[in-house]
């Protein structure tokens, strides 16, 4: 099976910078995603990795490290708008008959106070 | 592109009725999922399919059903409405021609069972 963990809540400040860290344990890693998903709404895209190393992306980047099983993303320059649960999934070769199918962890709930 | 649409957008069910969650993508994607997130949680898979006639079950597919019998449309039939299904149910979508493969999802529908 696989298992994934990330911290249930953080708290950051306005203009701080933030890691919210993922381990996982997979067999067949095939690609970890970071989803933004604000109170109410359905999760968004954030980002993609599958090779070992940094992506950044504007104000956001994750990082993976494969041999680990740790992942991080970072949000830099905080704004207040940031609020919402990070969520972490992961994809596995060993369920390639389910297409793209995600394990999804419990999710990072930021707050960002002024 | 109207993208995942997903209805109704919110539902209240008696114990022990059944109802139907329309979910449809314009995108010509293959893979199409459903999802359930309870309060506070992540996303647990409950039924996928891999095109057009191909269905298969998820973590948690007890007390419901699926059919696709088009690309485009992938309902969640539940039978027999029980507390435990009062829940967020998200519809997503993803393409098989592209390495990355995101999940898009639609903006959710909320279940109520009394």
């Known amino acids: 099976g696989q298992n994934i963990d990330q911290p249930t809540e953080m708290t950051a400040t306005e203009g701080a910078i933030v890691q919210i860290n993922c381990t996982y344990q997979?067999?067949?890693?095939?690609?970890l995603f970071w989803y933004q998903q604000h109170a109410g709404e359905a999760p968004t895209f954030l980002s993609y990795?599958?090779?070992?190393g940094l992506e950044e992306k504007g104000r956001f980047s994750s990082f993976l490290s494969r041999s680990k099983g740790y992942s991080y993303l970072l949000l830099k320059e905080l704004q207040m708008k940031d609020s919402a649960s990070y969520l972490c999934?992961?994809?596995?070769?060993?369920?390639?008959?389910?297409?793209?199918?995600?394990?999804f962890g419990g999710g990072t709930r930021l707050m960002v106070k002024p | 592109n109207a993208g995942v649409t997903q209805t109704p957008k919110f539902r209240i069910l008696k114990i022990g009725q059944s109802m139907t969650l329309q979910c449809a993508q314009d995108?010509?994607?293959?893979?199409m999922y459903w999802y359930r997130q309870d309060p506070g949680m992540g996303l647990k898979l409950i039924y996928y399919?891999?095109?057009?006639?191909?269905?298969d079950k998820g973590e948690v597919p007890n007390g419901y059903n699926v059919s696709r019998s088009t690309t485009e449309d992938f309902p969640l039939r539940l039978e027999l409405a029980a507390p435990s299904q009062t829940s967020v149910y998200f519809c997503?979508?993803?393409?098989?021609?592209?390495?990355?493969?995101?999940?898009?999802f639609g903006e959710g529908s909320r279940l109520t069972v009394l």
């Open positions: 399919s891999v095109g057009a006639g191909i269905t």
């Open positions: 999934a992961v994809r596995s070769t060993m369920n390639n008959n389910a297409g793209n199918m995600l394990t």
């Open positions: 997503a979508s993803s393409s098989d021609r592209e390495r990355r493969g995101e999940l898009f």
């Open positions: 995108m010509n994607h293959n893979y």
């Open positions: 990795n599958v090779l070992d």
């Open positions: 997979t067999s067949g890693f095939n690609g």
